[in-house]
């Protein structure tokens, strides 16, 4: 059973850059999207961004400019990168697995949250 | 962007109660919609993907339809543990986008 186990800052200041880090355990890391979520009481569920095991990303565009998402398949890790942060960028965060059936697709499993604070 | 319009925001039930979620896009998404369950303090998980299919494990009392713009998630008869929050999302085009949920309380 393929879980998700995700770690990074939890209190930032503003300008700096979010990092946070997804490693996947007990299944295949190729064949999948793997995505950043974030939820925050404002803006709810958005999503930010996701990439494959060869790197390729799709970004949100809301967020394009600020961020980047990579991978490590050596480790089976991806990652996020936010810079530039702002108050507004406060949010648990949740990395996923982009399910494929057919043409369909959904986030499942969801790693266990990280609460990122941007505060001065 | 497509937006995703969940109605109502919250509701009140009791154990037992048919309940029924109701989820607008704000364009033609076929089938391509998710239903989403969070309890307080934890992740989102997958109840009904592709509108109407049930995912594995999840109890035979969710369902869902819709095709289009409306969609809905019914619950037939509410336990105790049915009492949090739902959420859909569509997954036709990126960027993915979720309704703002509905909180399920208990009357």
């Known amino acids: 059973q393929v879980q998700l186990q995700q770690w990074g800052a939890g209190l930032l200041k503003p300008s700096e850059t979010l990092s946070l880090t997804c490693a996947v355990y007990g299944g295949s890391f190729s064949g999948y999207y793997w995505s950043w979520i974030r939820q925050s009481p404002g803006k709810g569920l958005e999503w930010i961004g996701e990439v494959n095991h060869s790197g390729s990303p799709n970004y949100n565009p809301s967020l394009k400019s600020r961020i980047t998402i990579s991978v490590d398949t050596s480790k089976n890790q991806f990652s996020l990168k936010l810079n530039s942060v702002t108050a507004a960028d406060t949010a648990v965060y949740y990395c996923?697995?982009?399910?494929?059936?057919?043409?369909?697709?959904?986030?499942?499993?969801w790693g266990q949250g990280s609460l990122v604070t941007v505060s001065s | 962007d497509i937006q995703m319009t969940q109605s109502p925001s919250s509701l009140s039930a009791s154990v037992g109660d048919r309940v029924t979620i109701t989820c607008r896009a704000s364009q033609s998404i076929s089938s391509y919609l998710n239903w989403y369950q969070q309890k307080p303090g934890k992740a989102p998980k997958v109840l009904i993907y592709?509108?109407?299919t049930l995912q594995s494990g999840v109890p035979s009392r969710f369902s869902g339809s819709g095709s289009g713009t409306d969609f809905t998630l019914t619950i037939s008869s509410l336990q105790p543990e049915d009492f949090t929050t739902y959420y859909c999302?569509?997954?036709?085009?990126?960027?993915?986008?979720f309704g703002q949920g509905t909180k399920v309380e208990i009357k």
């Open positions: 996923a697995r982009v399910v494929p059936a057919a043409s369909w697709n959904w986030f499942d499993p």
């Open positions: 999302q569509q997954s036709f085009s990126t960027p993915r986008t």
């Open positions: 592709a509108a109407s």
